[in-house]
């Protein structure tokens, strides 16, 4: 039976086929002409005796095998991020954990990119009296992961956001931790549609004068940056400020909703990518990827193309619940073996967003084990009264 039936938004159900077509099969081996890191999302361990609103336990085999397939894919894995719902159950212990067993897991992988989350989220934003507070903060985690071999994405504050009064404040703490850090960083800007307590980040609630002194900051240490990632799902700001950035410092796009074009460059610049849809269309990633390395741009778009409308429904408003999408497109393919999130996250889209992902997911050809996903989509039906 390849057949059953879905809500649609008028509250009918309709009997929706899905297609045959074989899904999307990367290739094997071959180098990408862009860094393409997934920020992979954790899985929760679903019999674990904890109050999930209050407690974070995690499956450790299934998140690290995950991780495990993107490295296998050619894809870098971006540690410890939003994704994984840093900051939104998952705690600095426990994220730190996690930064120690995927390290480790690399290591097993000739080749395997890994770069890392650090921030300041074991601090409470309103703890934090002062710029050296949020210092401090920054360096604890900084020394946390270096000592374990990681190299670090500088993840933005939200004691930061919350106590800085002006751009003056946030150049003197990036000065201090970009001086202090051992090799060179990724910055990460995440806009307020993902976090609303990052509001006006950079000092300042207008995005160009944030970006000045984001820009400021990347210019007075550009040694110290690899490059920074950008997600504020503003396609011809993030390629303003890719025109602005110096010669060596990446842009790696972090927009979920104009990835494939911003990929794929302006003749001028190109963005590389960290970006958590990745964890979700990792085949399609890869397959694109590959092509583009080879010069086939135009299938590089076809492979891409119809992954859009899927990310943009994941990330659809409000968006910092697009991690229940990413999980729910890992359960669905067989890649974990429930639909449990940290701090019951699952709950967080409706049966119909699920339903439409689940038709946006089948027409990306990202529906890997068909029979596997019907069954799993009939009990998520049945769960919420739809036999």
Not at 213 to 226: K, R
Request: glycine content about 8%; aromatic content about 8%; hydrophobic content about 45%.
């Amino acid at each position: 039976m390849t057949e059953l039936q879905l809500p649609t938004a008028d509250g009918r159900l309709e009997r929706y086929t899905l297609r045959t077509a074989a899904p999307i099969a990367p290739p094997r081996g071959g180098a990408f002409n862009r860094i393409a890191y997934s920020a992979a999302h954790v899985v929760a361990d679903a019999r674990a005796p904890i109050d999930p609103w209050l407690q974070c336990a995690i499956d450790w085999d299934q998140t690290i095998a995950y991780r495990r397939r993107l490295w296998s894919l050619g894809l870098g894995v971006a540690e410890a991020m939003d994704t994984a719902q840093r900051g939104m159950g998952l705690d600095w212990p426990t994220s730190l954990e996690l930064i120690r067993r995927s390290l480790d897991a690399a290591r097993d992988m000739p080749g395997a990119l890994i770069a890392c989350g650090c921030g300041t989220d074991h601090l409470a934003p309103k703890a934090a009296t002062s710029v050296d507070d949020v210092i401090r903060a920054y360096e604890v985690q900084m020394e946390a992961i270096e000592r374990l071999g990681g190299r670090l994405i500088v993840m933005a504050s939200r004691a930061l956001a919350r106590i800085a009064t002006g751009p003056a404040d946030y150049e003197r703490v990036y000065d201090r931790v970009l001086s202090q850090a051992r090799q060179p960083v990724i910055l990460h800007w995440l806009g307020e549609m993902f976090d609303p307590a990052l509001a006006g980040y950079w000092g300042s609630s207008d995005v160009d004068a944030a970006m000045d002194t984001a820009l400021g900051v990347i210019d007075a240490h550009a040694a110290q940056v690899d490059g920074i990632k950008i997600s504020l799902l503003d396609k011809e700001r993030e390629i303003a400020m890719r025109r602005r950035l110096p010669a060596g410092v990446r842009m790696y796009t972090g927009d979920d909703f104009n990835y494939a074009e911003l990929i794929a460059g302006d003749g001028e610049r190109a963005s590389d990518a960290l970006l958590g849809i990745f964890d979700a269309i990792a085949p399609a990633a890869s397959a694109a990827l590959a092509a583009l390395a080879l010069g086939h741009t135009a299938r590089f778009h076809e492979i891409l193309a119809p992954t859009v409308p899927l990310s943009r429904h994941i990330f659809r408003a409000p968006t910092r619940f697009y991690k229940t999408g990413v999980v729910f497109m890992a359960w669905l393919n067989g890649l974990q073996t429930h639909f449990v999130m940290v701090g019951g996250q699952q709950s967080a889209r409706s049966l119909l967003h699920f339903a439409e992902l689940f038709r946006l997911a089948d027409a990306a050809g990202l529906i890997e084990q068909p029979e596997l996903a019907l069954r799993r989509m009939r009990s998520l039906l049945a769960l919420h009264g739809v036999e």
